[in-house]
Each structure stands twice: as C-alpha cells, then as structure tokens.
C-alpha cells in the first residue's frame, strides 16, 4: 500500500491550498482517510478526517475554513485550507485507518506547508 501526499508549498497568510492524497495498492473500503500535521517541536495532530461514507471530523483549530473530501472509486482525498495563518505551518501527513478485521494503518511521506506572515 502506498500513499502519496501532493500540494505542499509556500502560501502567504490569508491564502488557500489544497492538499491531495493518492492511495494504491488495495482496496479501502470501510476505511477512515485522514490529515495531520506535525509542526516542528509539536506532537502530530489531527487536522481533519473522512469515513468511506462521507462523515466528518475536523481541528477545532481548522473548523470552518477547511473542507476535506474523498474519492472512494479513485482512492483519493482532498483537503483545502482557507484564511491559512502562520500557526497552519506544518508537515501534513496523509493516513489511512480500518479499525475493523482486517485492520490496517497507513502513512504517507508528508508534504511541508509554509505560510508566511
């Protein structure tokens, strides 16, 4: 299984990015797909989350101007920030999770966003 990140960059404060996610390898059905972020000196955190149905999650931190979504049939993701601030700057990490039979838990490389002030 392989996920690959793409759209990482440097964007000024108060712009947009879209982050993708391409997974292969298998099937993921039933399976929750994923953003974190890890800033440096800080623990890896949840930005926002999808179930194979649509369901959402989000940071309180990204809540409001982020829309996360999915392509069950491509096996992608997609994640747009809005009104980035300094505070989004970050390695984001695409992750893919069953947590029934058959479990699996998967990362992507990451891909570094920088917003400027």
């Known amino acids: 299984v392989q996920l690959q990140a793409f759209g990482g960059g440097l964007v000024q404060a108060g712009g947009s990015l879209t982050l993708s996610c391409a997974a292969s390898?298998?099937?993921?059905?039933?399976?929750?797909m994923g953003w974190y972020r890890q800033a440096p000196g800080k623990q890896r955190e949840l930005v926002a989350r999808?179930?194979?149905?649509?369901?959402?999650d989000y940071a309180d931190s990204v809540k409001g101007r982020s829309t996360i979504s999915r392509d069950n049939a491509q096996n992608t993701m997609s994640l747009q920030i809005n009104a980035l601030k300094p505070e989004d700057t970050a390695v984001y990490y695409c992750?893919?999770?069953?947590?029934?039979?058959?479990?699996?838990?998967?990362w992507g490389q990451g891909t570094l966003v920088t917003v400027s002030s």
């Open positions: 390898g298998s099937t993921f059905s039933s399976a929750y």
């Open positions: 992750n893919i999770i069953r947590i029934l039979a058959p479990t699996f838990n998967y």
């Open positions: 999808i179930s194979s149905g649509g369901t959402t």
